[in-house]
C-alpha cells in the first residue's frame, strides 16, 4: 500500500533535508567515536568531580548514557541506510513492508533510550490506566507536555501495548539525524509552531490522521510547548484576544498550559469516531541545560504516567 508522505514543506524539501543531513549524520557518527575514545578518561574525571561533589554517580552516570545516545543515533542511521539500499532500489520505500520494517527500527530505537535512561540515570516510570491501551487503536492520543523526553516516553509506553504512533512534532527536532530519516519515512508530521500561516500546517495534521489503522495511535501535544509560568501567562494573554471565553479557564490552570485547539480539532474533523486517550503524567522535570540533568541525576522522583 503507498501512503502518502507528511512532513514540513519548508524543512523537509529533498534539499533541506540533504543540507541538514549533510551535517548531522558525519557528525553523529564521529561524535560516537570520539566519546568511546575518551569514555575512560571521562570516567576518570567524572568520578572525582562526583566524590569531591558528593554526587551519587551523577557526572559518570551522564557520560556513560552519552556513549549510549551517540550510538543508538549512529546505529539507527546506520540501520535507515540498510533498509534504505534494501526497499529505494526496488521502489518501494513507501510500500507496506518498508512502512513496518521502519516502524520496528523507531520502536528499537525510541525504547533503548529509554531503557538506558532508566538503568544508567535512575529514571523509573510507569503507568496507571494500562486497561485503556488493551483494546488497541485507531488512537487520538492528548499527551501533557512537561519535558523534552516526553515524545519518547510516549513512543515506549505506546510501542508496549503493540500501536504503532504518527507523532505531531515541532520542526527542530530534526536536528535529531535518527529523528530525521526515520522520521521521514514514517507518518509523522514536523510542525512550525511560529509559522504566520497555519493553513498548510493544519491541513497536513488532518492528512496525518485520516487513515489510521487499527494498531496506529497519533500523537499530539496539544499545549505546543513545554510549561513555565511565563509562557502560562503568555498564552492567556494571547486568549484575551483571540478567544476571550476561554480566560478565566486558563487562568486556574497552574501545572499546565491551555490547550492550542487547531491542531486537535484538525485531527477530530479527519478521524471524528476514533478514540481519545489522555495520557498525563507526574514527577517529570523540564531540565533546562545540562547543569539541571546534572544536579537531579540519579532522578528522585518516578514518573507516573495516567492514561
Known amino acids: 500500500m503507498h501512503r502518502p508522505r507528511v512532513w514540513s514543506s519548508r524543512d523537509s524539501t529533498r534539499r533541506e533535508r540533504w543540507r541538514r543531513r549533510i551535517f548531522t549524520v558525519p557528525a553523529i557518527l564521529t561524535g560516537f567515536l570520539a566519546f568511546v ?62 512502512l513496518h520494517a521502519h516502524s520496528r527500527l523507531q520502536r528499537w530505537w525510541s525504547t533503548n533510550l529509554v531503557r538506558g535512561a532508566r538503568s544508567l540515570l535512575g529514571m523509573a516510570h510507569g503507568l496507571e490506566g494500562r486497561e485503556a491501551l488493551r483494546a488497541g487503536g485507531p488512537l487520538i492520543v492528548l499527551a501533557r507536555h512537561g519535558s523534552q523526553g516526553d515524545a519518547l516516553l510516549v513512543a515506549s509506553i505506546l510501542a508496549t501495548a503493540g500501536l504503532r504512533p504518527r507523532f505531531v512534532l515541532k520542526r ?9 530519516v526515520v522520521g521521514h519515512r514514517l507518518p509523522n508530521y514536523f510542525v512550525d509552531r511560529n509559522s504566520t500561516d497555519n493553513r498548510p500546517e493544519l491541513d497536513n495534521i488532518a492528512r ?9 495511535a497519533i500523537v499530539i501535544f496539544p499545549e505546543g510547548t513545554r510549561y513555565s509560568e511565563a ?7 494571547t486568549l484575551g484576544t483571540t478567544a476571550p471565553g476561554r480566560v478565566a479557564s486558563a487562568r486556574r490552570l497552574r501545572h499546565v498550559l491551555p490547550i492550542r485547539t ?24 523540564d531540565f533546562r541545560t545540562l547543569g539541571d540533568l546534572w544536579r537531579n541525576v540519579p532522578f528522585p522522583v518516578p514518573i507516573r504516567f495516567h492514561a
Open 37 to 98: 575514545v575518551l569514555l575512560i578518561p571521562a570516567l576518570v574525571i567524572g568520578g572525582i568531580v562526583d566524590l569531591l561533589a558528593r554526587r551519587r554517580g551523577s557526572t559518570v552516570r551522564l557520560a556513560i548514557y552519552a556513549v549510549w545516545w551517540a550510538g543508538l543515533e549512529s546505529a539507527g542511521v546506520l540501520w535507515a541506510a540498510v533498509l534504505w539500499v534494501r526497499y529505494s532500489l526496488l521502489g518501494q520505500l513507501d510500500s507496506r513492508n518498508s
Open 172 to 180: 527542530q527536532l530534526l536536528w535529531d539525524p535518527c529523528l530525521d
Open 262 to 285: 487547531a491542531g486537535l480539532l484538525s485531527i477530530l474533523d479527519a478521524a471524528p469516531s476514533t478514540d481519545l486517550l489522555f495520557l498525563n503524567h507526574v514527577g517529570v522535570h
Open 231 to 237: 509562557k502560562r501567562k503568555q498564552a492567556i494573554d
Open 208 to 216: 496525518l490522521a485520516s487513515d489510521l489503522e487499527y494498531d496506529e
